[in-house]
């Protein structure tokens, strides 16, 4: 055990076993329904054993089947076989739905992905449901998602994004290149687990939308069992000219309640399941079986590391983790509730609409808290401008994520001695009077792998058929000059030669560095002057 992992797990394909009392597997918990309880526990308390065979390093988590991010796969040190490691027939399987996803996404950098149409649909849905029968989920999720977007572009919708269909078109091909680890594909996860009567506790809301017939909340949810977090996302059609706000669908149904009631409430229930992305979907024609209480002070006594009181700490235990393109695609993985020490003074960027504060956790470190302006939720930077200055501020559920060498929270709510507060779901209110905040100015090294992700984007959207080779020659010399020398030879070399493979190389190497850029370059103390309003 250790500060950020107070209570030993495993983390099987189907659940998460705790070991809250040392030396005693009696109080041993888990999300497996009864009947399976016990064979859960039994694997878990072997996986440790196997663990100190073969001198795996000690630590709070271990993993079975998978390997989520932050934990210390079991088994597979010093070269040791895994536990549970595929068949071989099993792999060859695999391989199959993968190779189909290589082919139709080299034929869709050849010619094009404006080439949108009914066939392409048809193509990629008969991928997705290969990936999804050989129990590759994350492919199948990216899969997915490019269908989304291509179903946007063929409708001119406004949710089609160029640079999101190159990186998903990236993604599909770096985990086919890393087919055969389980990490990259999802394999060692189970698509549905049932779980048994479970107690949840709410974390926020967070409200989305496209168009003005379309509007999406999803509420955060900590299973303090398994010490993570899940997600519970209703998708909500309104009729045409009736759009509505944060504020109007706080008072909309889900699972028999009030989705703002919901977003604050510990919730208990017999009918729940959680996908491999971790999602939660309540079994039809069972809602009844899910009672909610209030909240009290549950976020208190969350475990770790659902509850931070050392930012930093979370953030450098997370260094370790895969690239974005091939690490599991898991809802929620950056959700958090951070223990607040001290609220600093607030600041407002007009040029963004962003509001910005600094939080000071238990350890001193500096959070930047930084929410802005949503059409569709009118309320929110008043609301959290209120209640971050009641001085009475305890903790702040949100996003954390790194940007600029330093902690930033995308806050879903904020609790304080008057109870809950919800900036989505806030109705609009009279302006609050901010200090203004400078301009800040732009990174070089970002503008230039920003313009190499849209060189790239507009190469697969026009096809590598039709390439030219000045067309890649402004990226390539805005990286140069940036002295990103790697990024540029990529870009020449498939202006030279412009193959799928090419285009390949370069996606992944640019995307994985604009990533670990964009968290990792060092930034001012987010406590400066200018978070200060000076």
Not at 144 to 151: F, I, N, P, V, Y
Not at 243 to 267: F, I, K, M, Y
Not at 364 to 393: F, M, Q, Y
Request: aromatic share 2%; hydrophobic share 45%.
């Amino acid at each position: 055990m250790d500060a950020e992992h107070p209570a030993p797990s495993v983390e099987l394909p189907s659940c998460t076993v705790r070991f809250p009392v040392p030396h005693s597997l009696n109080f041993a918990l888990s999300g497996a329904t009864s009947a399976r309880h016990g064979e859960m526990v039994t694997l878990a308390a072997w996986a440790f054993r196997a663990a100190e065979q073969d001198g795996t390093p000690s630590g709070a988590t271990r993993t079975m089947g998978g390997e989520p991010t932050g934990t210390t796969r079991t088994g597979a040190a010093k070269g040791t076989a895994e536990p549970t490691a595929e068949p071989t027939a099993g792999r060859a399987a695999a391989a199959d739905p993968m190779a189909a996803v290589t082919t139709l996404v080299e034929e869709l950098l050849r010619t094009g992905t404006a080439r949108s149409g009914p066939v392409l649909l048809a193509q990629l849905a008969r991928v997705e449901a290969g990936l999804t029968s050989a129990s590759a989920h994350w492919p199948a999720a990216a899969a997915a998602e490019l269908r989304d977007q291509a179903q946007a572009y063929a409708d001119r919708d406004t949710r089609y994004d160029p640079d999101r269909v190159a990186g998903l078109l990236a993604e599909l091909l770096a985990r086919a290149r890393a087919a055969d680890r389980p990490l990259a594909l999802g394999t060692g996860e189970s698509a549905v687990t049932q779980l048994r009567r479970t107690r949840l506790v709410a974390l926020g809301c967070r409200v989305s939308g496209r168009g003005e017939r379309e509007r999406s909340t999803e509420v955060y949810l900590a299973q303090p069992d398994a010490g993570i977090v899940l997600v519970l996302r209703k998708q909500w059609a309104l009729p045409e000219g009736r759009g509505a706000t944060g504020a109007e669908l706080a008072a909309r149904r889900l699972l028999g309640h009030s989705v703002r009631a919901l977003a604050g409430a510990n919730l208990v229930s017999e009918s729940l399941s959680r996908s491999a992305g971790r999602t939660v979907t309540v079994e039809r024609g069972r809602i009844a079986s899910t009672s909610i209480t209030p909240l009290g002070d549950a976020w208190a006594s969350l475990p770790a590391p659902v509850l931070l009181h050392d930012a930093a700490a979370r953030l450098r235990a997370l260094g370790g983790r895969p690239p974005r393109l091939v690490r599991p695609r898991v809802e929620a993985e950056n959700a958090h509730v951070l223990a607040v020490a001290e609220v600093g003074p607030l600041g407002y960027d007009p040029a963004r609409q962003r509001l910005e504060a600094v939080l000071r956790d238990g350890a001193g470190t500096a959070v930047l808290v930084a929410a802005e302006h949503d059409v569709l939720c009118p309320g929110r930077i008043d609301a959290l401008a209120a209640a971050l200055e009641s001085g009475t501020v305890t903790h702040v559920s949100g996003l954390l994520r790194q940007a600029a060498g330093r902690p930033v929270l995308d806050p879903l709510a904020v609790r304080t001695a008057a109870g809950l507060v919800h900036p989505d779901l806030a109705a609009e209110g009279d302006p609050h009077p901010f200090t203004a905040l400078p301009p800040t100015g732009g990174d070089p090294l970002t503008e230039a792998l920003t313009a190499a992700r849209t060189a790239l984007a507009e190469l697969a959207r026009t096809g590598l058929d039709t390439a030219l080779p000045h067309h890649l020659a402004p990226a390539s010399a805005h990286l140069r000059r940036t002295g990103l020398r790697t990024g540029a030879a990529l870009l020449d070399t498939l202006a030279a030669d412009p193959l799928p493979a090419r285009w390949a190389d370069a996606a992944i190497h640019l995307l994985t560095a604009l990533d670990l850029h964009q968290e990792e370059r060092p930034g001012p103390d987010p406590g400066a002057p200018r978070h200060h309003g000076g």
